[in-house]
């Protein structure tokens, strides 16, 4: 059971389908650690996007340079996409892993 600081954290509550965005070189964000992550969403249907560098024609992206205006034009439209539709539009890179 995870706890906050200040009480349980409400990951269960969340109905809303919840997307996960991960790339291979993270050494933070692992494929263990995201599903860890995206099990406490028990109410909600998940997809877990892995993405390998060389899907988006790069070497290496790391852990924070999803956020880095590099990819603007690569990885910024997925997240984008998603907040607006809740859909990954054909053609993401990367390979989904969900499950309702």
Do not use: C
Request: charged share 20%.
């Amino acid at each position: 059971m995870i706890h906050a600081k200040h009480g349980r954290l409400p990951f269960a509550n969340v109905t809303a389908k919840t997307l996960a965005i991960s790339l291979s070189d993270d050494p933070y964000g692992t494929i263990p650690a995201i599903e860890r992550l995206l099990g406490y969403f028990t109410a909600s249907t998940t997809t877990h996007l892995r993405i390998e560098p060389k899907d988006i024609g790069e070497a290496e992206v790391g852990h924070f340079a999803f956020f880095r205006s590099p990819y603007q034009a690569t990885l910024w439209p997925i997240a984008l996409s998603w907040l607006q539709s809740g859909e990954l539009v054909p053609g993401t890179p990367g390979r989904r892993v969900s499950r309702s």
